[in-house]
């Protein structure tokens, strides 16, 4: 489907297509392509054609069928996580928030999208049920862990997704496969119904063609949810009303922390004419410190993977999902029921955050880490109070090769390196595509540029980012 949400939606109002006529051709794609790619892991087009049946094209996305990353629930559909514990007899009782903001502005969720097993990984190479490949390059990964939701996108065999961003699962997979990823800020979408991970640093975003059809999906997900005590009351701005505006007179910061070694140099290269490119639309580009930057990944994989470790408790053989055969007592149940459903990555990080929150360890490890959390989030305040975005990559290099770090759990989180301190300071943060480059015997691989904002400043964020789109 090579046409945009936005021009999608003025065929549909025009009646040169329809709802059904959409998802009939998405499933044709699905079917044609999606054996190379791996992006789904299932799609329901029945349940979708009788939604379509009664789409009313009246509402800001009527008829328009959105892709699902798979651990956001959906009533009635498979809400696996990419895990074994979830895959075989879990359907969802129930509509996440960002499901039912969707189906109130008139779109139609169409199909699960793969990730890494419980969102943990940056390549959708953790997933136990299927490796999905990068639609540039079959022999590379998507980016993780919304990879499936990126290489839909990417692969024209979704209109739009739905992804979620704990540490850059939107926003790095956007820029492996040239598509537009958006983190909104802490607290501006509600998170009810998303299986947790991390749950001071998960956010529902939309991946998406263009930046216009990002601040569309937007639009309709925002806004305040009772029934998530972190959401917040604070007004929706109309995303749309300055989306073309450009950056003339806008203060566009640089940090020297992001510009380091171990950038590839077709990334920097890309990333530096977009930078130019703003600048010659009147931007006035200025380097900025961000000085606690080299402590990002640190505190990150002690807070991740300690919330981690408590919100996967709840996966325990009793409740739902997979249960062991057998087993000799309450405790052996326990035991065997989450060795037998968790995946290598998802084990290691409960280990770890088991170990970070335990007794004479807590203070070591998780209070001092949340301590830097707050001056990583004091940088990016200071730095907004001079500037009114920042610029830099969102990964260090582009897509590598599928396996290339499977044995190298440490380098694979060195990947997001760029993209998790603004999870840490819970603001928003955006992938545009801004080139493609030669990396490690592969051509013509995506590169993305990241465009950081102050909490609750995605219109702004939206703006410059209709600029940088290239």
Do not use: W
Request: hydrophobic share 40%; charged share 20%; glycine share 10%.
């Amino acid at each position: 489907m090579s046409a945009s949400l936005t021009a999608l939606r003025r065929q549909l109002l025009a009646g040169e297509t329809s709802p059904a006529d959409l998802l009939k051709s998405l499933a044709a794609s699905i079917t044609k392509r999606d054996s190379t790619t791996g992006a789904y892991l299932s799609h329901d087009l029945e349940t979708a054609l009788a939604e379509a049946a009664t789409a009313d094209l009246s509402l800001p996305l009527g008829g328009i069928p959105i892709a699902i990353k798979d651990n956001l629930n959906v009533l009635g559909q498979p809400c696996s996580c990419g895990s074994r514990f979830l895959a075989k007899n879990y359907r969802a009782p129930y509509d996440a928030t960002v499901i039912t903001k969707l189906r109130a502005a008139g779109a139609i969720p169409f199909g699960r999208t793969n990730l890494d097993e419980f969102a943990m990984g940056s390549a959708t190479e953790n997933s136990a049920l299927g490796t999905t490949r990068n639609p540039h390059d079959s022999s590379r990964i998507p980016g993780g862990s919304s990879g499936g939701s990126a290489a839909a996108v990417a692969d024209r065999t979704a209109i739009a997704a739905l992804g979620s961003d704990t540490g850059g699962s939107i926003r790095q997979p956007a820029s492996h496969c040239g598509v537009v990823g958006l983190k909104p800020s802490y607290g501006r979408v509600s998170r009810y119904g998303l299986v947790a991970f991390a749950s001071s640093l998960d956010q529902i975003g939309p991946l998406t063609q263009t930046v216009e059809d990002a601040a569309r999906i937007l639009q309709a997900i925002a806004g305040h949810d009772p029934k998530d005590s972190t959401s917040l009351q604070a007004p929706v701005p109309d995303y749309l009303a300055h989306l073309n505006d450009g950056v003339r007179g806008m203060k566009l910061g640089v940090p020297r922390e992001y510009f380091g070694e171990g950038i590839d140099p077709g990334v920097r290269r890309n990333v530096e004419t977009a930078i130019q490119s703003l600048a010659a639309q009147g931007a006035e580009i200025i380097e900025i410190s961000l000085p606690h930057t080299q402590h990002a990944v640190a505190t990150y994989y002690v807070i991740a993977p300690a919330e981690a470790s408590s919100n996967l408790s709840r996966f325990d053989g009793i409740r739902y999902g997979h249960r062991t055969e057998k087993p000799n007592d309450i405790l052996d149940l326990y035991r065997r029921s989450r060795e037998e459903g968790f995946g290598p990555e998802v084990k290691r990080r409960i280990i770890l955050g088991t170990y970070v929150l335990s007794s004479g360890y807590y203070d070591a490890y998780y209070s001092r880490a949340q301590k830097v959390r707050t001056l990583i989030r004091r940088d990016f305040e200071t730095a907004f109070q001079t500037v009114d975005a920042i610029l830099s990559p969102v990964a260090p290099t582009p897509a590598r090769r599928l396996g290339a770090l499977a044995c190298d759990p440490l380098h694979e989180y060195l990947s997001d390196i760029f993209t998790l301190s603004a999870n840490l300071a819970g603001i928003p943060g955006i992938s545009v595509p801004c080139g493609t480059t030669d990396f490690d015997g592969g051509t013509n691989l995506p590169v993305g540029l990241q465009i950081l904002g102050p909490h609750l400043g995605e219109a702004k964020l939206l703006q410059i980012a209709q600029a940088a789109q290239i």
